[in-house]
């Protein structure tokens, strides 16, 4: 399971390269300033887990200039706006789909029912890449116990596994499995082996 911190915890170019140096793959940013910063300080590889508007697409089009940018949609008339953009542009924009786990703050209901079509849409945009699907379990901020914290990994992991193999046997290429949350990552990265290609 790669790793790819999250960069809104220190801020720092500098702190970015040494982890980079030590092994990351790359980095998260809370917000295109963020990644605006680190790629013009030569970060390269550039991660926004948020939904962007596509407002920002001549934001994204200079960011992709000297780093490897992707952000998650999970709406899709957003997905074709941005799709739009990109083609105006002539450019393709990486993206992933963001799951909702139980956090309930943004990402589509994970059930494959609903979940594999709208994968299928966003996969069939033109100027779009689907790198994969994203979760966030953030509400395991809130658990009171090893134990719960131990569940919310757990239920994280059997969903977005079942979710990726339920739209790989449709035929999609999901190439990327991101998780990413602080309190519960000693079980997500315990149980997570072969189902997450990251963990951020």
Wanted: glycine content about 8%.
């Amino acid at each position: 399971i790669a790793l790819r911190p999250h960069a809104k915890t220190h801020k720092s170019p500098l702190v970015a390269r040494r982890q980079i140096e030590a092994g990351a793959i790359g980095i998260c940013c809370a917000k295109l300033g963020e990644a605006e910063v680190f790629a013009a300080a030569g970060i390269t590889d550039i991660r926004l887990p948020y939904p962007l508007q596509p407002s920002n697409a001549d934001r994204v089009l200079a960011l992709q200039r000297t780093a490897r940018i992707s952000f998650i949609v999970d709406d899709l008339a957003v997905a074709r706006g941005w799709s739009q953009a990109m083609q105006a542009a002539g450019s393709r924009a990486e993206v992933l789909v963001k799951v909702d786990v139980g956090f309930h703050r943004c990402g589509i209901a994970p059930d494959p029912a609903t979940a594999v079509p709208f994968l299928r849409e966003v996969a069939a945009l033109p100027g779009l890449r689907l790198a994969g699907i994203l979760s966030h379990a953030g509400h395991a901020y809130h658990a009171h116990s090893e134990d719960e914290l131990r569940g919310m990994a757990e239920a994280e992991h059997t969903t977005m596994a079942r979710l990726a193999r339920e739209a790989r046997a449709t035929g999609l290429a999901i190439d990327e499995v991101s998780a990413g949350a602080t309190p519960p990552a000693r079980f997500s990265l315990a149980v997570g082996g072969g189902t997450f290609t990251e963990f951020r």
